[in-house]
C-alpha cells in the first residue's frame, strides 16, 4: 500500500510541474548523472594517475641523488658530512618532496629533515634491508615524518660495490592534498557543465515553449478534441490540405459529401489526397494563391457547392483549406423557400379579399339590408367550407 501512494504522490507531483519545468529538470539530471558518472570515472584516474605521478618523482630524485658524488664520497667513507645535508634540502626545496634520506650499509642516516635524528639508525630496519642487496623498491609504512610513500634506491661507488641506500618520499597527508587539489578542478568542471546544461536546457525549454504556442501538452490535447467537435458539427464538409498535399483536418460530413459522391476511400487523415480531388478543389487555389467563394463544381456526378481559402503562415504560402457543401441541399432549401414565398402571396392575396368582404358587409348594413347581409354570409360561410374548412378539419382528425 505505501508503495502505491509513492506512486500516486509521485503522479500528482508531475502533473504540477509544466512543460518547461519538466524539461529543464530531465535535462538537469541527465547532465548531473552524466557528468556525475563521468567525474566519478576521471577522479580514479587522476588519483592513479597522480600515484604514478608522485612514485616516478621520488624514484628519479633518489637516482639522481645516489649519483652524485658528494653523497657517494662520504657514504664510502662511512663520514657524516655536512654537504651532504645541504644538498639534500636544496634538492628538497626544488622538488617539493618531503624527506630525502642517505644511508650507508649499516643503516646509518647521513640527511634528514630533521636535523636530530642524522647519525641514528633507520626507524624503519627491515624495510631500507630489501635495498642492500642492490635492488629497489617502493613501500608505504610510518616513519618519523608519519605515514607515506617511499622509494629505495641502491648508491653505487666508480668499483660498482653498494656503499649505501637512499630513500626519498612523501606523506600520505601530502598525497591526500594534492589529489584533493585534482578534485577540486573535477568539481568546478562539474558545476561549469551543470550550469551549461542548465542554460541550454532553459533555452530549449523556452524554444519549445514558444513553438508550441505556449501550450501545454494537456491543453493541445483538448484543443484538439475541441477542434474536433466543432468541425464536426459544422454544417459543411471542411477539409484542409498541406504544401505537399497532406490532409491535415477532415471532419465528419466532409467524409459523408465524398461518401454520398461514390468517393470513399479518395482521402484519409494524414494521408495524401487523390490526384482527383486535388484537381477539382484545389488546383485553381494552388496556382492563384487567391479565395474562391461560392463555386459550383461537380465531384463525380454530385453537384457541390465549394468555398476555398489559401493557408498563409508567417506570410508564406502552406495548403488550402475547402468548405464543401451538397448542392442539393441548396436546392431543396430554395424549393422550400419558393413554397413559403407562395403560401405569403396566397395569405397576402386571402387577407386582402378578406378586408373586401368585410367592406362589402359594412356598406349593407349602413343600407340597413339586413336580408342580403344574411345571404351574404351564407354565401361566405359555404365558401369556407367548401374551399378551407376541409382541410382544417382533415387536419384536426389527422
Known amino acids: 500500500m505505501d508503495i502505491v501512494k509513492i506512486k500516486m504522490n509521485r503522479q500528482k507531483w508531475f502533473r504540477f510541474l509544466s512543460l518547461r519545468s519538466l524539461m529543464i529538470l530531465l535535462i538537469l539530471l541527465t547532465v548531473f548523472f552524466s557528468l556525475g558518472a563521468s567525474a566519478l570515472l576521471v577522479q580514479n584516474y587522476v588519483v592513479d594517475r597522480e600515484y604514478q605521478v608522485i612514485e616516478n618523482k621520488i624514484s628519479s630524485i633518489a637516482r639522481i641523488v645516489a649519483k652524485d658524488d658528494r653523497v657517494i664520497g662520504a657514504v664510502t667513507n662511512e663520514v657524516i658530512d655536512p654537504e651532504v645535508q645541504e644538498y639534500a634540502n636544496e634538492v628538497l626545496a626544488d622538488t617539493d618532496v618531503e624527506f630525502i634520506v642517505v644511508l650507508d650499509n649499516n643503516l646509518i642516516r647521513y640527511s634528514h629533515p630533521e636535523k636530530a635524528v642524522i647519525g641514528g639508525k633507520f626507524s624503519n630496519i627491515e624495510d631500507a634491508s630489501r635495498a642492500l642487496d642492490g635492488s629497489e623498491h617502493f613501500s608505504e609504512h610510518i616513519g618519523i615524518l608519519g605515514a607515506g610513500r617511499r622509494f629505495f634506491t641502491p648508491i653505487i661507488n666508480e668499483a660498482g660495490e653498494q656503499v649505501g641506500i637512499v630513500c626519498v618520499g612523501i606523506t600520505n597527508e601530502t598525497i591526500a592534498i594534492q589529489n584533493q587539489a585534482a578534485q577540486e578542478k573535477l568539481i568546478y568542471g562539474l558545476a561549469v557543465g551543470l550550469m551549461v546544461g542548465l542554460t541550454g536546457s532553459i533555452l530549449l525549454a523556452n524554444k519549445i515553449k514558444k513553438t508550441l504556442l ?185
Open 214 to 398: 505556449g501550450l501545454e501538452p494537456k491543453q493541445i490535447a483538448t484543443r484538439l478534441k475541441e477542434r474536433k467537435i466543432i468541425t464536426d458539427a459544422v454544417v459543411e464538409g471542411i477539409i484542409a490540405i498541406s504544401m505537399d498535399k497532406k490532409v491535415l483536418l477532415m471532419n465528419e460530413n466532409a467524409k459523408a459529401i465524398f461518401k454520398q459522391a461514390n468517393l470513399p476511400e479518395i482521402v484519409s487523415m494524414n494521408g495524401e489526397v487523390s490526384g482527383e480531388l486535388y484537381t477539382v478543389l484545389f488546383s485553381e487555389c494552388f496556382s492563384t494563391k487567391e479565395t474562391v467563394s461560392d463555386h459550383s463544381l461537380v465531384l463525380n456526378h454530385l453537384d457541390i457547392v465549394v468555398n476555398i481559402s489559401p493557408i498563409w503562415i508567417n506570410q508564406e504560402f502552406s495548403g488550402a483549406v475547402a468548405t464543401v457543401r451538397d448542392q442539393s441541399e441548396m436546392k431543396h432549401l430554395l424549393r422550400e423557400l419558393s413554397g413559403t414565398e407562395q403560401y405569403i402571396d396566397s395569405l397576402r392575396a386571402q387577407s386582402h379579399n378578406f378586408l373586401n368582404q368585410l367592406h362589402v358587409i359594412l356598406g349593407l348594413i349602413e343600407l340597413e339590408k339586413y336580408e342580403e347581409v344574411k345571404s351574404y354570409i351564407s354565401i361566405l360561410n359555404k365558401d369556407y367550407h367548401e374551399e378551407i374548412g376541409y382541410i382544417v378539419k382533415n387536419s384536426y382528425k389527422m
